[in-house]
């Protein structure tokens, strides 16, 4: 009789480990596949940058030493309608901006891996510099 039971307890042990493996790695899948089909959440970002250099409405910029090491290289980016361009609290016109300028770069797009990074979906341009 207690072979039997112990036999029983053990059965029903293996059946429920295997049980919990089974829901464990279908969770799992599950949330790992809603993850990779979500839309990636585009959460803004800002860094610091001075202008070197600006072609009609493109502008190659070098992060400044404050921001995060990912954030201090060259890169580029469009300005485009959307995007808004200040001066302490006041618009602005691209022509205010000018080669040597500091500003401060807020984006909500992607970085494309190329030399210089290509920003996309850049929200704001702010001028940093105290006189204008």
């Excluded at 502008?59 to 361009?85: P, Q, W, Y």
């Excluded at 807020?106 to 990074?117: A, D, H, K, R, V």
């Amino acid at each position: 009789m207690k072979k039997r039971t112990a036999g029983l307890v053990i059965v029903l042990l293996c059946y429920s480990a295997a049980l919990a493996g089974a829901f464990y790695f279908i969770g799992y899948k599950t949330a790992y596949d809603r993850m990779e089909n979500s839309a990636p959440a585009h959460i803004p970002q800002t860094f610091y940058a001075t202008i070197s250099e600006i072609q009609n409405d493109i502008f190659t910029v070098t992060g400044m030493e404050v921001n995060d090491i990912n954030f201090r290289g060259a890169f580029c980016f469009s300005l485009h309608e959307e995007t808004k361009l200040v001066w302490r609290y006041t618009d602005i016109s691209v022509e205010d901006l000018n080669v040597g300028d500091h500003i401060a770069v807020t984006f909500t797009g992607e970085i494309l891996e190329s030399y210089p990074g290509q920003i996309q979906g850049v929200d704001m341009i702010q001028l940093l510099d105290d006189e204008k």
